[in-house]
């Protein structure tokens, strides 16, 4: 056992680092009398950190999934930004004449499919119908169709995706730094710190998160920051937990034993010595906590007090058209859809990530 | 792709065909076993009965949860419509909304209108074998104006019914003992007003006014009318199934009732449904025999024997706050906005459940005349000022900006965070903005009861709001914009507005009812003329009624279904 | 250990004061009240606020709940279901509620963990694949599309399980929303489980132990899964109060009279007294949780015991 944790002290110090750190340095009487940040110890730093992500680069993109992921990731971004405005319509332009259209696009509808037709299944038998025939218009294309305002799905699919997107990363992100901090001084101090950090994080967390964030968006005004705000104050707990029973994991062993001794600091110890060993569950956490954002935002809609209309995020999207996925499913189609593929890339990119970060994986 | 699509018609046709039309399982009806109540569809299918409830129970989705079975407590219809199964007030609706007799044999009318004297039928009892006295009725009067049960409907006893006292009672000046009412006799009851009420009578059917026996309510303790053993009835139904804020009740027909005789169904077996998918797939299943209809839905049952709408009752409107907005101020702009309003596109392309248009301060076909006529039946008897005609509305939007000395206005509209008005409040802000040029409506969505406090104290700018009416006379609209009324969310104030409608209610208009609906008229014309509110629909539900069952009766006032005379084959 | 559990139980108690406290002075800030019905006039209003002691300070309505709530009063409803005590309302939608979350838990949680495991050992093959995209879907797509669906194409369409919960048949009318809701833990457990397992398949006690001659079960069981529960156990307990919470959309779908349904309807019509009573019963319900995951951590990780009880 206190052999494996000494490997552990610095997992992404490979045998061979270690060999050639040996035969550079030569131990001196200084050694023993450092504080934190003497010049050696940046050299150090520097030099395993370097080595570290370009073979964090490198293992990612041996992991073929990953790679997908961080593309489809792009993609969705890069169409969530330029979608909006590569038609015609915007997101909420109505035009009550051409509502319910189904989905038509320009080439492709000569081959059957995207031509605009769609099958009603009515409680008096199924009927198959083309709008764009029967109101005549030739040079009507909707790619996604249209909603039951008549405005453009592609353009809404995209402009809600961006919005699901702002919200989720910036909640994901700071709720990454508020936990992680937490939960690792929680963590590191124990004791006293760790009891009284811990009753404030039960009494936070313990009142069911729908009742502190409804409240939030009763009392400011609905709107994009105040979602931020409200998921914010509710997400953060989840990666504090985890941070904290990491550290409870590792602030016992023997390398954070060894850098107390050697006199660095509380602060150093805990985000320069244990943090980077935990990045990996972090990053899980933080790809976690993504879906998590965007669902709660989406239940959010589902009670009437998510992005206010006419905007529009994908979880809004849903629950429009939620009412219409007997009638009309190619309304609720396109959101599900981005959605789904948007978690899916967030979690091969995790997943990629995630062991190309932990070079004990590669060892397998 | 095609000949897969072909297959699909044609089994589908096929599959209808061998159903035949009347039948609403047409959809996936499967061989497979169900358990319990799922199998009513195969029963229904191949019209054989059995299986699960009782074959002639009537299967009804409630779209909300019983608040109260309490009849002085009840305020929601949900609540009113289960406590009018089982509950018989003095009068009933007939199926044309007027008030007929029910507990009450006859009644006599003072010549000053002042004075009700009730005579109760003697075959009336309660489910306990005890006979239904004009003692129960005192009893639960008393209770609805009792400062201590604070009941929220005692407006309906002081304000509309103008009994002797309720107000006093109600502000805690007298004792409830003093209310206007008396058991002459077992039998008799005896009602005097402050004023008389033209359409006193229609109330009684209103469940407010639902007798409770104080012997029985007195053995519940606290937990009167919260389970089938603390509720008494004297109804057509007896309550069998029920607990607090239940998502099913049931309750079976009533033996002893008087009007057993004409009482079809075995029982009614309510099912809360929140979600329109479930409800429309239950009812397809067979499992429902009637359902409401989302709008979004319509497409698909438009088509359907079964479809219908039902008059709501509710009227919409957009309330502009006529005292607190600087250029709400200005008539023109006001003109302007109620003429911008497409209200056929709104009912017709995105309510889609058959809400009409309105374009009058009281709605259409709650309220009929002396001569039985409706009050609001002519909906362009004020189309001078309020019709949908966008070259006005441009013409008084500019005048209006030019009177204000500005080019743009930035106006917020609240709303309640509800489907219908998301929906509709979008409608409109498109329409505005389209039409009047220089103008952003900004949209503020939050819960009902936010909505309703915001407009209540004055903090608003435009406000999307419902009326439902109480009571079957256009007063329960017109009297809401008379001076300080807490409903009156604009604060307009109009001098000779108010004479009418006080003339109305307590002068001698009131008394003579052709002159009194002519004054109403003007009244109403005043409202229209000032647009004091944008009326924009009165509200339809879009209704699947199975076409075996009939003779349910739906009220827009009151009791918005009555079963008493459904049958179901 | 015992020492221990009391003094959690005696801060777990003072926790769930502070948390009533903040409830209150939230409900205050709340903008409505229970009784703001368009309908209403000013003196009913009056007399109503009057009628429930909503008129009084609220340091006092504080004092006056706490005081009832130790004596199992935890007054009644305003609005929802007018009158009605809560503990009556509660008594009898707690334990649906409950019933179908913990099917949902034990759903997730086996079917995860098995799918995890599956993942682990055979990764980066097809049942890797199948196991990765069978928890994307978990939980990329939101419970209530998957009540929708199934509600659609096993209720509906093949009629296998009922659409709406019944009395009746609590167990056939459960599948559906207990499938629809662990959907999401499911797939959170698998990929966390996934996660660790290969974490700690590749950590070098396991090589250790391998190397001594050890296999099989007794390698999985007592060494592998043993070390990766311990994060598996921190993400289900959040899971567990989520689920409970998360279910009240699907208990509206699915038309189930439980707590979730319950407390949607009561905030959106202000009806303080059942928020404060949910709010308050989620609280000792997480609370409880986190107690017996605390407790789990030492018997599954003794050093974290050792360091705990040192304080």
Not at chain 2, 373 to 395: G, N, T, Y
Not at chain 2, 543 to 554: A, D, K, Q, R
């Amino acid at each position: 056992m206190a052999a494996s944790s000494a490997l552990k002290k610095e997992p992404y110090e490979s045998e061979n680092l270690v060999a050639v750190k040996k035969e550079q340095y030569v131990p001196v009487a200084a050694d023993f009398k450092l504080k934190g940040k003497t010049a050696d110890d940046f050299v150090d730093t520097n030099f395993a950190s370097q080595n570290f992500w370009k073979e964090v680069v490198a293992r990612f993109r041996r992991k073929k999934s990953a790679v997908f992921g961080l593309i489809f990731v792009l993609v969705i971004t890069f169409f969530a930004f330029v979608g909006p405005v590569m038609n015609e319509y915007t997101y909420s332009g109505q035009n009550l004449e051409l509502k319910n259209l189904a989905p038509r696009i320009p080439v492709i509808e000569y081959t059957g499919f995207f031509d605009g037709h769609e099958n009603i299944k009515t409680t008096t038998g199924t009927k198959t119908v083309n709008y764009y025939f029967e109101k005549k218009l030739p040079d009507t294309f909707y790619w996604f169709g249209s909603d039951n305002f008549g405005r453009d799905i592609w353009t809404r699919t995209w402009s809600g995706a961006q919005v699901s997107l702002i919200i989720a990363v910036a909640a994901a992100i700071i709720d990454m730094i508020i936990g992680m901090s937490y939960g690792l001084i929680s963590g590191y101090f124990g004791g006293k710190v760790d009891m009284v950090m811990q009753r404030i994080l039960e009494i936070a967390n313990g009142i069911p998160r729908l009742v502190i964030v409804t409240l939030l968006l009763l009392v400011f005004k609905p709107g994009m920051i105040t979602i931020i705000v409200a998921l914010m104050l509710t997400e953060w707990v989840g990666m504090s937990r985890i941070a904290r029973a990491e550290m409870l994991k590792l602030k016992e062993q023997e390398f954070v034993l060894a850098s107390r001794t050697l006199g660095a600091s509380n602060l150093h110890i805990i985000f320069s010595e244990v943090l980077p060993n935990i990045i990996g569950p972090i990053i899980t956490q933080v790809m976690f906590s993504i879906p998590t954002a965007i669902f709660t935002e989406a239940f959010l809609s589902f009670v009437g007090l998510g992005i206010p209309v006419p905007r529009c995020s994908l979880g809004s999207l849903i629950s429009e058209g939620f009412n219409s996925f007997t009638t009309h499913p190619y309304q609720i189609i396109p959101p599900i859809v981005v959605m789904a593929l948007l978690m899916l890339s967030f979690n091969l990119v995790a997943d990629g990530l995630r062991e190309a970060l932990d070079p004990k994986l590669k060892e397998m | 792709m095609k000949k897969k699509l072909l297959s699909v018609v044609l089994a589908s046709t096929l599959a209808l065909s061998m159903i035949g039309c009347g039948s609403s399982a047409v959809n996936g009806v499967t061989e497979s076993d169900n358990t319990g109540a799922g199998s009513s569809d195969t029963a229904q299918a191949g019209g054989a009965t059995g299986a699960g409830n009782s074959s002639s129970d009537l299967n009804i989705m409630l779209e909300t949860p019983v608040e109260s079975l309490d009849p002085q407590q009840a305020t929601d219809g949900t609540s009113f419509e289960v406590i009018a199964d089982y509950t018989d007030g003095l009068m009933q609706m007939d199926a044309d909304g007027q008030a007929v007799y029910a507990v009450a044999e006859s009644v006599d009318v003072s010549d000053d209108g002042l004075t009700y004297t009730f005579h109760l039928r003697e075959d009336a009892n309660w489910s306990n074998g005890e006979a239904v006295t004009a003692a129960d009725f005192v009893f639960a009067w008393q209770r609805a104006v009792d400062p201590e049960i604070a009941s929220e409907y005692s407006y309906m006893l002081s304000d509309i019914g103008q009994i002797v006292n309720a107000q006093d009672i109600i502000d805690g000046t007298k004792d409830k003992s003093e209310l206007g009412v008396t058991a002459v006799d077992d039998k008799t009851l005896e009602v005097k007003l402050n004023v008389p009420v033209s359409y006193f009578l229609s109330l009684m059917y209103f469940p407010t006014f639902y007798p409770v026996n104080q012997a029985f309510f007195e053995s519940c303790a606290d937990t009167f009318a919260t389970s089938p053993e603390t509720t008494l009835s004297n109804g057509a139904f007896i309550l069998d199934d029920y607990q607090p804020a239940a998502t099913t009740i049931h309750l079976s027909k009533n033996p002893d009732y008087y009007g057993a005789d004409t009482v079809k169904l075995a029982g009614l077996n309510y099912q809360v449904i929140q979600d329109s998918q479930q409800a429309l797939m239950s009812y397809q299943s067979g499992d429902l025999d009637t359902t409401l209809v989302n709008g979004e839905q319509v497409d698909q049952v438009k088509d359907d024997p079964a479809f219908t709408a039902i008059g709501a009752g509710y009227m919409w409107y957009i309330s502009p706050n006529i005292q607190g907005v600087e250029e709400l101020q200005n008539l023109n702009i006001r003109y302007a906005f109620t003429m911008a309003l497409n209200r056929e596109a709104i009912t017709a392309d995105v309510l889609k459940d058959g809400s009409a248009p309105t374009y009058t301060a009281v709605p259409m076909d709650f309220a009929a005349g002396p001569d039985g006529s409706d009050f609001s039946a002519d909906q362009e008897k004020f189309s001078d000022v309020c019709r949908f005609d966008a070259d006005a509305a441009l013409e008084y939007w500019n005048k209006g900006l030019e009177e204000l000395g500005v080019s743009e206005i930035t106006i917020t509209m609240i709303h309640d965070a509800d489907d219908a008005p998301i929906k509709v409040a979008q409608v409109v802000k498109e329409q505005l903005e389209t039409t009047l040029p220089g103008l952003t409506v900004e949209l503020q969505q939050m819960p009902k009861k936010e909505r309703v406090q915001r407009m209540q104290d004055g903090d608003f700018e435009l406000g999307l709001t419902r009326w439902g009416p109480d009571y079957a006379d256009p007063m329960t609209y017109l009297g809401m914009w008379v001076t300080n009324n807490s409903n009156n969310y604009g604060f307009w104030s109009n001098s000779e507005y108010d004479a009418i409608i006080a003339e109305c209610t307590t002068g001698e208009t009131a008394m003579d009812a052709e002159a009194r609906w002519a004054a109403l008229y003007d009244a109403e014309k005043i409202v229209m003329d000032e647009a004091v509110i944008f009326p924009l629909y009165t509200q339809c539900n879009a209704e699947l009624i199975s076409t075996s069952v009939s003779g349910i009766e739906f009220h827009p006032v009151a009791l918005n279904r009555v079963y008493k005379n459904a049958t179901k084959n | 250990m015992k020492k221990y559990v009391l003094k959690r139980v005696v801060t777990a108690i003072f926790t769930l004061l502070a948390i009533t406290l903040i409830l209150f002075i939230l409900m205050q800030l709340m903008p409505g009240s229970p009784f703001n019905d368009e309908k209403l006039n000013e003196s009913q209003k009056a007399a109503l606020y009057a009628k429930y002691g909503l008129d009084k300070p609220i340091v006092i309505q504080f004092f006056h709940y706490v005081i009832n709530m130790f004596k199992g009063d935890l007054g009644v409803s305003y609005k929802i279901s007018k009158n009605t005590p809560i503990t009556q309302l509660i008594a009898s939608r707690l334990p649906i509620s409950i019933g179908v979350g913990f099917a949902a838990v034990m759903i997730g949680a086996v079917v995860g963990l098995l799918l995890g495991l599956l993942a682990a050992f055979k990764r980066d093959t097809v049942w890797d694949t199948l196991a990765t995209i069978i928890s994307v879907i978990g939980v990329s797509v939101p419970s209530y599309v998957f009540a929708l669906a199934l509600s659609y194409q096993f209720g509906f369409k093949l009629g296998w399980f009922p659409m709406l919960f019944s009395a009746k048949d609590v167990v056939g009318s459960s599948v559906l929303p207990s499938v629809s809701l662990s959907m999401f833990t499911m797939a959170s457990i698998a990929r966390f489980t996934r996660a660790e397992m290969i974490e700690v398949l590749g950590s070098d006690y396991m090589l250790l132990a391998e190397s001594k001659g050890l296999s099989g079960n007794k390698l999985v069981f007592s060494h592998a899964l043993r070390n990766a529960l311990i994060p598996i156990i921190t993400v289900l307990a959040p899971l567990v109060v989520d689920l409970m919470t998360g279910s009240l959309v699907v208990e509206k779908i699915f038309s189930i009279p439980g707590v979730g349904s319950l407390l949607v309807n009561a905030i959106q019509s202000n009806d303080y007294n059942v928020v404060i009573a949910l709010s308050f019963i989620y609280s000792a319900m997480y609370i409880g949780i986190m107690l017996v995951v605390d407790i789990l951590y030492g018997i599954i990780d003794p050093r974290i015991r050792v360091a705990k009880e040192g304080d």
